[in-house]
């Protein structure tokens, strides 16, 4: 059984910044890759970071140079570091933990960015 918790997630002005945070606990081990994703009303869920245990990372170009992706394996703790948010960031955002078999998911954290 494994559980992901989102939390750091809240309205903020366009250019401002905001850090969610994904506390893991049960069955994980710190070689499983994590992320996040977002999803928008009427949009499908979409990849925003993943990072590996070693630490490579990868983005989803609209976030390029604006969001930053931490992990820190001693915790099972990842983190989303967002800045310079658009209105279109707005999304519920959501942790995930790639297992052997399947994906775990959070349970979402909703980022409102206001024009």
């Known amino acids: 059984q494994v559980e992901l918790v989102e939390s750091g997630g809240g309205l903020v002005q366009a250019g401002g910044s905001l850090r969610l945070s994904c506390a893991a606990s049960?069955?994980?081990?710190?070689?499983?890759?994590m992320g996040w994703y977002r999803q928008a009303p009427g949009k499908q869920r979409e990849l925003v970071a993943r990072?590996?245990?070693?630490?490579?990372?990868n983005y989803a170009d609209s976030v390029k140079g604006r969001f930053t992706i931490s992990r820190v394996n001693a915790k099972n703790t990842v983190y989303l570091q967002m800045n310079s948010l658009k209105p279109e960031d707005t999304a519920v955002y959501y942790c995930?933990?790639?297992?052997?078999?399947?994906?775990?998911w959070g349970q979402g954290t909703q980022v409102t960015v206001s024009s």
């Open positions: 049960g069955t994980i081990y710190n070689g499983n890759p």
């Open positions: 995930a933990a790639d297992l052997a078999s399947r994906r775990a």
């Open positions: 990072i590996t245990s070693s630490g490579f990372t």
